[in-house]
């Protein structure tokens, strides 16, 4: 079945460092891919997404390109703030419209 | 406009009682998903409805569990006897009934649910 793969954290970086985290997909078909994030105690937020290979998703200053020949989706931001600390989850959707989510990407932003 | 409405929030059970979890889907959407968070990892599918109808329960456990969507009122998810196994967040997404628009889920607060 479908899958996504995303980069094991914690990730810990300064205020303003560059943000990446890695995702990758195995997909039949070109799914929609999604990043959601999670506060602590929250529900999980649609942070970006991108419907076709080559489509760049943004938000918030963060933005990912969907990468068809590498079946990638990584998450970027240029300036991270401790306000982005969170969990960060890659998702696809599968034909049918259930999504398939990574493990999770815990995010600390020290000030 | 209200967002995905889920309660309780915090739901604590002994083993051998039952949970019933509530989602109220956004206004106007008539699909509704549920998921499950284990601790420490990601999200897992369990089922998809939509008014009267159970469209996908692939990812519903054989025993215990049951959702519905009734035509009026939110959805239910029903645990039956309930083991500490089953401690976790339960989260309900719903989504628009056409268009683009369709595929986008948007998620609820979550219940946590703890069975001592």
Known sequence: ?111 | NAGVMQNPRHLVRRRGQEARLRCSPVKGHSHVYWYRQLPEEGLKFMVYLQKENIIDESGMPKERFSAEFPKEGPSILRIQQVVRGDSAAYFCASSQTSGDSKETQYFGPGTRLLVL
Not at chain 1, 25 to 44: H, N, R
Not at chain 1, 99 to 106: K, N, Q, R, S, Y
Request: aromatic share 12%; net charge neutral; charged share 20%.
């Open chain 1, 1 to 111: 079945g479908d899958s996504v793969t995303q980069m094991e954290g914690p990730v810990t970086l300064s205020e303003e460092a560059f943000l990446t985290i890695n995702c990758t997909y195995t997909a039949t078909g070109y799914p929609s891919l999604f990043w959601y994030v999670q506060y602590p105690g929250e529900g999980l937020q649609l942070l970006l997404k991108a419907t076709k290979a080559d489509d760049k998703g943004s938000n918030k200053g963060f933005e990912a390109t969907y990468r068809k020949e590498t079946t990638s989706f990584h998450l970027e931001k240029g300036s991270v703030q401790v306000s982005d600390s969170a969990v960060y989850f890659c998702a696809l959707r599968e034909y049918g419209n259930k999504l398939v989510f990574g493990a999770g990407t815990i995010l600390r932003v020290k000030s």
